[in-house]
């Protein structure tokens, strides 16, 4: 009897292990899956536009005289970048020190404004591939044969542009014992315009920028050769890798193509 007891508690022991209540816990319930994240780029397709942050910096970006619109360089890239999204494109004009901090703030997509790339700034936005090679020159009156590069800078009035290259290589210079009056502007074209008029000895600005300036302005130069180097580079919101790949995508297919030779030529050489 008490043999057939023992068997029968056994067997209902085996039974309950099999039904899933003795030691072995139940397998939990599969998660659902969980709803996918809606990508970047289709996020800028609900909103309807893509929205670029830049400045004023010809040939990069400037008002035509005749329409008034916002042209140059930087613009055609940034509206095959827009074209490439299958979006509108639509420019938001600032100061330059407002560009980052309206990209971090979300109220802008990219900023492409001849942007340096720098240490300082990796630290803040993430940079798609270099578009331009460029770096730093100083300007003069035409009649002027005293400076010669910024060598030649000690004890003169400097132009620079606030919170731009122009003014942190014009503080390093001084750093490194120069004595040079540093006078700092809202825009470039406001000190190489004080530099015409004789109230600057001399201008720091990006050669690119300068050439241009030039072209209307024969009575400043460049002297020397660029005393830095630099790369141009297209910013996005740190972290927003999906955007990034989608330009570096954009500027392969603009090198390959050859479209950036002839964007070239027409904004930077002033031919077709």
């Known amino acids: 009897m008490k043999k057939s007891l023992i068997l029968l508690l056994g067997l209902l022991l085996l039974a309950l292990a099999a039904a899933g209540c003795g030691g072995t816990p139940a397998k939990p319930e599969a998660k659902k899956d969980a709803k996918p994240a ?35 360089y930087d613009i055609d890239v940034a509206e095959a970048i827009a074209k490439k999204i299958g979006v509108p494109l ?22 492409i404004a001849a942007m340096y790339i720098t240490p300082a700034r990796r630290e803040v936005v993430d940079f798609a591939d270099p578009y331009m090679d460029t770096g730093m020159v100083v300007a003069v009156r035409k009649e002027n ?4 590069g910024p060598n030649d800078l000690n004890g003169k009035v400097v132009g620079v542009k606030t919170g731009a290259t122009s003014e942190k290589v014009a ?30 000895d001399a201008a720091i600005n990006d050669l690119l920028n300068q050439l241009e300036y030039n072209k209307a302005n024969p009575n400043v130069k460049v002297v020397g050769e660029p005393f830095t180097k630099a790369q141009l580079g297209i910013a996005v919101k740190k972290g927003d890798k999906e955007l990034l790949d989608l330009i570096n995508t954009v500027l392969k297919e603009l090198k390959q193509s050859g479209e950036a030779e002839k964007l070239y030529k027409k904004w930077l050489i002033g031919t077709k």
């Open 90 to 111: 639509e420019v938001k004009e600032m100061q330059f020190t407002g560009l980052i901090p309206t990209l971090q703030n979300g109220q802008a997509d990219l900023v």
């Open 145 to 148: 044969t005293d400076i010669k």
């Open 171 to 200: 503080q390093e210079l001084n750093e490194k014992g120069a004595k040079i009056t540093i006078k700092s502007y809202k825009e470039t074209v406001d000190y190489l315009l004080d530099l015409q008029n004789g109230r600057l």
């Open 38 to 72: 809606t990508s970047r780029i289709d996020q800028i397709k609900k909103s309807g536009k893509l929205i670029l942050a830049t400045g004023n910096y010809r040939p990069f970006e400037y008002h035509d005289e005749k329409t008034n619109k916002v042209i140059g």
